[in-house]
């Protein structure tokens, strides 16, 4: 075992520094320590390092252990510091430390507009606030929403606008296993967003722009002009932006769907697997220079400048950058030692991008990109030897689906985790849309090659069409299969870590036939196992009532154990966006199903019995008689805008708590608010303070 762990630190020495690096980043972001700790922590490890350092030179062996936790201790602080940095509210100058209503801001749009259905978006950067003749340097994100006759056409990337609109905190919904939508743009920098009208802002003379943002939009628009003019097909034109550029403002939402379903969405997103072609027709095309002495050295750099010209031309997504940067660190240390491990490389580069920005952590496409490629290192060149196929194209075919087997191991725990769904049919999927989505994207490059001579570049665009049609209508066709996909998983994030220690324990072990990897395998199972039985164990015991927080309506569920009792407004079965935003996330998360039996529960007109909770539901005006032995109200939930008064229901009943959901208008709210402070009955506005959770057991 000893030996075991030195041949793998030997192997992968940077991860040493990395795995204290992710722990400083994680416990500054859950704990929020003060900045002084970090530096403090940093100072006395460096310290008493030096001190290691005047120990002779004979006896200092006996301290390599102390150092190697010495060593880890500053890189600990390191990651600590690094998230107190790239924390926006941690910047002196942060647009939320000085700014207040009705004060008018300069902001710069940060990117083109993009279409909404009733809006056009962007992100754009505060520069100052004003106030009277005084105006305050400051430095902050936010995301502009303009109403469609807001002349768009005047607005552009770089223009400078003056907004007078009080901006809104950026706020989660607070219903439970919702995606916390204020974190991920905190991550970005974006703390406040603002719906313009015509009048609410002026265009400012002058635009605010940066060569390189320039080039990169320019370049887009270029590109996408070549595809609408070549490409055949709305669903067709939109899938092909989405693959070359990462251009998602034309995608159908329920081809996307499709693509989801079925385990091919990476096929959409700009990420690891484009990369990975970019790079192998690279490495094809710069073989002939490895040959010769004298133009070895070009090799490595034309294919790491034609990685990030594609990035760029991507659109310098982060999810691009962060693959550009791997496979860069891959092409370097080949051509620097070719004995150097590619997991090493992978650790230098994600150390490289946890330093650019440590919340990059969070990010499901940066777990997804390292968990597909370490995925295919280890198990391609396995599942590629299932099979001997003489004929090359068919060999190239499924060494494409080898490479996404392989993927999947390691990924399918993360997806499950994030997207609580598994496409069981993703292996039939994947099995002509890879190849075919590869040969589309060649396919596409070729075409911006040739685009100067229009016949040529119109045949390949049909060309283009006809084989992007035939990967969306065997995607879809698949969709249709029963079972294609297990939907409204739901497993914790450590379940998700014992499936990947299983994984790559069994991988390990199958492949080096080493009984250290069939042990890891076997712990990670046995634990997964365990917890996932001690959480249903859980669930079956557990008896809530939630009020949801979903925009102008009422949407309460009733729980007993693995079932639940939906009360609330009718519309919301039949919506099933709204449904699947706002409650599907708690029911997964909860592990329930809809029942029209519920234990214990009684609902008679208003009222409501649930396992001894007496809750009174009022969206209307309604009059109680004064009572000199009120009934107790456990839960008094007000909808809509009844005309009711707190004293008056105060003195007729005796309630306990008071909850105001989403329906009830803020003028309303605010008004019953006061009243309750003044009668000292508690309440909760889920519309502030997210939904309220209620455990009756």
């Known amino acids: 075992m000893a030996l075991y762990r030195y041949r793998f630190w030997k192997k992968i020495p940077f991860l040493k520094i990395l795995i204290p690096l992710i722990a400083g980043i994680v416990a500054q972001w859950n704990f929020q320590l003060p900045a002084n700790m970090g530096w403090w922590i940093m100072i006395i490890a460096v310290l008493f390092l030096c001190s290691i350092f005047f120990i002779p030179l004979l006896n200092r062996f006996h301290y390599s252990a102390l150092s190697g936790i010495t060593v880890s201790v500053i890189f600990f602080s390191v990651g600590i510091l690094l998230a107190l940095k790239n924390d926006i509210r941690n910047n002196s100058k942060w647009l939320g430390h000085y700014y207040k209503e009705s004060q008018v801001l300069i902001a710069t749009l940060d990117e083109p507009l993009v279409e909404k259905t009733k809006s056009f978006k962007a992100n754009a950067t505060v520069t100052y606030l004003m106030e009277g003749e005084k105006s305050t340097s400051v430095t902050g994100k936010i995301i502009i929403y303009f109403k469609k006759d807001s002349l768009r056409h005047n607005l552009r990337y770089g223009s400078q606008i003056l907004l007078k609109k009080n901006l809104q905190e950026i706020k989660n919904s607070g219903n439970p296993g919702s995606f916390d939508y204020k974190r991920y743009s905190l991550f970005q920098g974006i703390t406040h967003q603002v719906y313009l009208k015509p009048g609410d802002f002026e265009i400012l003379q002058g635009e605010n722009q940066t060569w390189l943002k320039k080039l990169i939009y320019s370049s887009r628009e270029k590109v996408l002009t070549l595809l609408r003019k070549n490409i055949r097909g709305e669903k067709e034109l939109g899938l092909a932006e989405a693959l070359l550029i990462g251009y998602k403002n034309d995608l159908d939402q329920s081809l996307v769907q499709s693509y989801t379903n079925t385990g091919v969405v990476h096929i959409i997103a700009i990420s690891g697997l484009h990369l990975g072609l970019i790079y192998w027709l690279l490495v094809q095309l710069f073989k002939p220079l490895r040959r010769n002495k004298k133009t070895n050295w070009l090799a490595p750099v034309l294919i790491i400048t034609g990685l990030w010209a ?388």
């Open 310 to 697: 594609f990035s760029l031309l991507a659109g310098a997504q982060p999810s691009v950058l962060r693959s550009a940067l791997m496979f860069s660190c891959i092409v370097l240390g080949e051509s620097f030692s070719r004995k150097s491990s590619v997991y090493n490389t992978m650790a230098i580069s994600a150390f490289i991008l946890l330093c650019y920005n440590p919340y990059w952590l969070w990010d499901v496409g940066f777990q997804l990109s390292y968990a597909a490629v370490l995925s295919i290192i280890i198990f391609m060149r396995p599942i590629y030897n299932w099979f001997y196929i003489k004929n090359k194209i068919l060999d190239f075919i499924w060494k494409l689906n080898a490479v996404t087997m392989a993927a999947q191991v390691l990924t399918i725990p993360l997806g499950i985790y994030h997207f609580h769904q598994f496409p069981s049919s993703f292996i039939l999927t994947n099995f002509l849309a890879v190849p075919l989505s590869s040969m589309i994207l060649i396919g596409e490059i070729l075409l911006c090659i040739v685009s100067f001579i229009p016949s040529i570049a119109l045949f390949i665009g049909k060309i283009i069409s006809w084989f992007i049609w035939l990967m969306n209508t065997y995607v879809e066709r698949i969709e249709m299969i029963p079972f294609s996909l297990w939907d409204g998983l739901q497993i914790s994030l450590t379940q998700a870590i014992f499936l990947i220690f299983f994984a790559s324990g069994i991988g390990y072990w199958l492949m080096e036939k080493s009984k250290y990897g069939l042990k890891m395998g076997m712990a990670g199972l046995f634990l997964f196992l365990a917890e996932r039985s001690i959480s249903f164990i859980k669930a079956e015991k557990q008896q809530k009532i939630i009020v949801y927080n979903v925009p102008q309506k009422r949407a309460i569920d009733f729980i007993d154990g693995r079932n639940y009792r939906f009360v609330g407004d009718s519309d919301l079965l039949m919506d099933g966006f709204t449904r699947n935003f706002h409650l599907k996330p708690s029911r997964i998360l909860y592990r329930i199903k809809s029942t029209d039996s519920l234990g214990n529960f009684l609902l008679t007109e208003n009222y409501i019995s649930f396992q001894g909770k007496k809750v009174l539901l009022l969206e209307k005006a309604v009059s109680f008689l004064p009572n000199t032995d009120n009934p107790v109200v456990d839960l008094l939930i007000l909808s809509g805008n009844p005309k009711l008064y707190m004293k008056k229901l105060a003195g007729s009943l005796e309630i306990k708590q008071v909850i105001f959901d989403a329906s009830v208008p803020a003028w309303k709210t605010n008004y019953w608010k006061r009243d309750c402070d003044s009668l000292h009955i508690p309440w909760h506005d889920v519309t502030t303070k997210g939904a309220f959770v209620m455990k009756v057991n």
